[in-house]
C-alpha cells in the first residue's frame, strides 16, 4: 500500500488530506498504436463525444484527455480504466460539457490542457482547480488584450510593478484567475474580473468571489510544472503538499 493511502472498498488509493497530486502528459509522446489502444478504455458517450469533432487533431486531443483522466483514475480507484464512471453533467443545463466527477465521489479533479500539455490535479475532500497556459507563441499583443479584456482596474494599476516579463505575468496572473473559477465550478460563465489577485504572484493567496448567489473563499498559488507553461492551483482549503508527476509511471496501472 502507498503512503497516504485509505482501502476502502471501491479506493485503493485517496491522496491524504492537504496534499493535491497534479499528473501531467504531452500528446505528442503518444503514437497512432496507443491512440488506439487508449480508445478502447472510453465510454460510449465519449466516443461519440469525439466523433462530433471536425478536426483531425482535436479528436485525438479529446480522446486523449478522455483517456488520461481515466488511467489517473484507475490508478487511485483500484479499477480498470474502462470501468470507471466518470459524469460531466453542467450544473447550469445538465449537459455533459461540464467538469469532470468520478460517481463514486471520492476524488476532486481538475483537468487543463495547453498546446501538447494535458495535465489534472487530484485531491479528496476539498473541490481543486488547475490551470495552465503555454509560453510559446504568445505575442505582446495577445496578452496585453487579456490583460485588457479580464484584469480588473486594480489589477491593472499592481501588474506594472511586480516580476517576472510582462507576458509572463500576465499569463501567469490570468491562469491563477482561471484556477480559481474552475475550482469554483463556474468556469467563465461568471465573470472573469469577479477574482480579484492583488498581491504578488509566487505566494499562496487567499481569494474571496462573488459568484453572484454566494461569496466563496479560496486559495491559490502558482504551480511550476516546467520551463514551457505557466500554471496556477487553486483549492477550496489550504494545502501543504503538492506532488507533480507524468501519467506514463502509470503504465503498470490496472
Ligand atoms: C471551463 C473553462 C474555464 C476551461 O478553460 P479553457 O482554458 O478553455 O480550458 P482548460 O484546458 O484549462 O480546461 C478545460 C477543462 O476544464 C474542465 N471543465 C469544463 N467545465 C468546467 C467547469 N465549469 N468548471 C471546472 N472545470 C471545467 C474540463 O475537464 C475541460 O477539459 P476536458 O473537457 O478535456 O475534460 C472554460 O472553457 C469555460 O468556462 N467555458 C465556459 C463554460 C460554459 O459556458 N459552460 C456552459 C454553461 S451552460
Ligand atoms: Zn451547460
Redesign the pocket.
Known sequence: MEAGCTDMKTARFIPPDGQIDVWTARNSSYNARDVAVMSETLSMSEHAEVQRLRVHQHRIH?LL??AL?RRVLSHYAGLPPQALEIDRK?S??A?P????HDRSGVWQM?????GDLWAVAVTSNYPV?L??EELEGRTVHHVSRLADESFTPLEREALPSWEPPAEHLVLQHWTHK?AV??CL?????IPIQSVQLLAPLGRRQQVSVDTGSEHKSLYVESLDIGQLWVSALACAAPWHRVVVRSVSILDDAP
Open positions: 479529446r484527455s478522455r483522466l453542467c447550469q443545463c449537459i460539457h461540464g467538469r469532470p481538475s483537468v487543463t490542457h495547453s482547480g490551470d495552465a482561471e473559477l474552475k465550478g463556474t468556469g467563465l460563465t
